[in-house]
C-alpha cells in the first residue's frame, strides 16, 4: 500500500511564508503578468543574489556549505512563494534544487566546500548534463564518454536539451567510464564540468515558445581533474537516480502554469456559471495536489525515499497543468482582448505546456515508475 501521508506546515513555516510574499511584494511591484509566466526562462542574477541574502537558497544545507540549517518545511514554503508569485528564478533553481545537494552528498571534501557556498549567495549557477541526440529517457544509453588520463579525466561527447547551459557556470555530466556489463546502468559517472574549460562548446536551441533555455553542449577534448569525479567511479546511474527524485518533486511540478490559472480567475466574472464551475474543479485539483506535494516534502524531511510517490505527483501535475490552456480557450477564447495580460499569458502557456509532461522524465517513464512501485510490472 502506497500511502502519501498530509504534511501541514507549522507555524513558523507560515510566518516565513509572510515575510517571503512581503519581499516579493514589494520587489516584484509592476512586473508584468507574461513576465512572470516565463519565470522557468527568466534569468535574473541580481533577483538570485538577493534570495542569497536573505538566506533563501541552499535553504537545508549544512553552515559549512553556505547553508541555513532550516527544514524541508521551511525551504517549500519558500519556494511556493516564488514560484505562485512568478519570481525570475532561473539562473540559481537547478543549483538549489539538485547540483548543491548532490555535490554536498558525492563530491570529494576538497571540492564541494569551494563551490557550494557561491550557490548559497545565489551567485553560482548550474545545468544538468543527462540528456543526449537519442538518450533522453534510456540514460543507460549514453555515449559521452570521459577516458582516464593522468590525474584526471577526459570529456568527450555532446549533451542536449541542457536548460541553462549558456547562463551557467557548472554541468554536472553523466559519462561513460566503464563497461555496461551485466547491468545496462553499469559503468557510468558523474564529472563537474567548468563550462569556461578548453573543448566545451555551448550553443543555443529555441524552444517552440520562441525562446533560447536549451542548449547543445559539446565536449571535445574536455580535461577536469580528479577531483571532479563525483561521487564513485561506476555509480552515474544510482546517483542519478537519487537526483531525479529531487528534481521530481518540488511545487514547480505543479506551479509552472499557475500564472494562467490566476489569469483566468482574474478575468472571470463572479456571475459567469460555467467559469466557477470549470475554475472551482481546477482549484479543487490544486489543493489536491498541494496535499500530495507537501506529503513528498514531507517524506524528504524524514529522510525517506521520495522515487514513487515524486512520480506521481510529477505525472498528475503536468496532467493537470496541460489542461490549464484548453480551460483558458474554452471560457475566454472569444473575449480574449488581444494584447491582455489573460491573452499573452494563454498564448505562452499554450506553447509552454507539453514540455511539462517531457522534462525531468516523460508521462510513460514516470508511469513505468508507478507501475514498478506498486508491484505491477
Ligand atoms: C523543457 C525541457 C527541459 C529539459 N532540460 C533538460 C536538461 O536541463 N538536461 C537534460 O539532460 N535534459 C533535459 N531535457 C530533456 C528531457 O529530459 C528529455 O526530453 C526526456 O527525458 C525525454 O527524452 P527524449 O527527448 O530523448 O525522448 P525519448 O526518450 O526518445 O522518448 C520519446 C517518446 O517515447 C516514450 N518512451 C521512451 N522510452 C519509453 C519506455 N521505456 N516506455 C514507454 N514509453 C517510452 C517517451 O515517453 C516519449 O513519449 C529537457 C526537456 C525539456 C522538454
Request: charged residues 25%; hydrophobic residues 40%; negative net charge.
Amino acid at each position: 500500500m502506497t500511502r502519501i501521508d498530509p504534511c501541514i506546515p507549522d507555524a513558523g513555516c507560515e510566518s516565513l511564508r509572510l515575510q517571503v510574499r512581503e519581499f516579493l511584494a514589494e520587489t516584484l511591484r509592476g512586473y508584468p503578468a507574461l513576465a512572470r509566466a516565463r519565470q522557468w526562462s527568466a534569468a535574473d542574477p541580481a533577483f538570485s543574489r538577493r534570495l542569497g541574502e536573505r538566506g533563501w537558497i541552499g535553504m537545508t544545507w549544512p553552515r559549512r556549505y553556505g547553508g541555513h540549517e532550516r527544514s524541508q518545511l521551511e525551504r517549500y514554503v519558500v519556494l511556493e512563494e516564488l514560484l505562485a508569485a512568478g519570481a525570475p528564478v532561473a539562473a540559481h533553481w537547478t543549483a538549489d534544487r539538485q547540483s548543491g545537494p548532490m555535490l554536498i552528498r558525492c563530491a570529494p571534501d576538497t571540492l564541494a566546500p569551494k563551490i557550494v557556498p557561491g550557490i548559497a549567495r545565489g551567485e553560482v549557477y548550474f545545468c544538468i548534463g543527462l540528456s543526449e541526440s537519442d538518450t533522453g529517457s534510456d540514460l543507460a544509453s549514453v555515449r559521452t564518454r570521459a577516458t582516464r588520463i593522468d590525474g584526471g579525466w577526459v570529456l568527450e561527447g555532446a549533451k542536449l536539451w541542457t536548460t541553462g547551459a549558456h547562463r551557467a557556470h557548472y554541468m554536472i555530466a553523466l559519462a561513460r567510464t566503464g563497461p555496461q556489463g551485466e547491468s545496462r546502468h553499469a559503468g557510468l559517472s558523474q564529472f563537474l564540468v567548468d563550462l569556461d574549460t578548453p573543448g566545451v562548446t555551448v550553443r543555443p536551441i529555441r524552444n517552440q515558445a520562441g525562446e533560447h533555455d536549451f542548449n547543445e553542449v559539446a565536449f571535445d577534448g574536455v580535461e577536469v581533474p580528479d577531483e571532479c569525479l563525483v561521487g564513485s567511479p561506476g555509480e552515474g546511474w544510482a546517483q542519478v537516480s537519487a537526483e531525479l527524485g529531487f528534481e521530481r518533486s518540488g511545487p514547480e511540478r505543479y506551479l509552472s502554469g499557475m500564472q494562467l490559472m490566476l489569469e483566468m480567475i482574474d478575468s472571470a466574472s463572479a456571475q459567469d456559471a460555467r467559469a466557477r464551475v470549470a475554475l472551482g474543479r481546477l482549484v479543487a485539483h490544486y489543493a489536491t495536489l498541494r496535499q500530495m506535494s507537501l506529503g513528498v516534502a514531507g517524506l524528504l524531511a524524514r529522510g525517506e525515499e521520495p522515487g514513487l510517490s515524486a512520480a506521481i505527483v510529477k505525472d498528475l501535475g503536468a496532467t493537470l497543468e496541460q489542461s490549464l490552456p484548453d480551460v483558458a480557450h474554452d471560457l475566454f477564447g472569444r473575449s480574449m482582448p488581444a494584447g491582455s495580460a489573460l491573452a499573452e499569458v494563454a498564448d505562452y502557456i499554450t506553447r509552454a505546456a507539453p514540455s511539462f509532461s517531457l522534462r525531468g522524465g516523460t508521462r510513460e517513464i514516470l508511469r513505468n515508475i508507478v507501475a514498478r512501485g506498486l508491484g505491477l510490472r
